[in-house]
Nanobody
Framework: QVQLVESGGGLVQAGGSLRLSCVASGPIFSFSTMHWYRQAPGKQRDMVATIYGGGRVNYGDSVKGRFVISRDNVKKMVFLQMNSLKPEDTGVYYC????????WGQGTQVTVSS
């Protein structure tokens, strides 16, 4: 059974930084594609960043140059370093596994104040 648990969200001022973490349970983590998605109030859930088993990464256009996704296969964890945060980055951030995503965490709230 795959479980994903996010942490690291909170309230931050615009221009600040946060680091989100996601710990995964279940087999074969090192080959899994992992994602961070974001859902703002009243909007659809959008992909923020993806990291593939081989380490290749992909970012949503709105976060390129500001966010960095990484993974630790030994600890079965995925991270999202968020820099130069903007109010429009506010939302619930979800960790997801699979391609397409088939397992989701419960989400962690990120609020960026102006």
């Amino acid at each position: 059974q795959v479980q994903l648990v996010e942490s690291g969200g909170g309230l931050v001022q615009a221009g600040g930084s946060l680091r989100l973490s996601c710990v995964a349970s279940g087999p074969i983590f090192s080959f899994s594609t992992m994602h961070w998605y974001r859902q703002a109030p009243g909007k659809q859930r959008d992909m923020v960043a993806t990291i593939y088993g081989g380490g290749r990464v992909n970012y949503g256009d709105s976060v390129k140059g500001r966010f960095v996704i990484s993974r630790d296969n030994v600890k079965k964890m995925v991270f999202l370093q968020m820099n130069s945060l903007k109010p429009e980055d506010t939302g619930v951030y979800y960790c997801a596994r699979g391609e397409p995503p088939s397992f989701w965490g419960q989400g962690t709230q990120v609020t960026v104040s102006s």
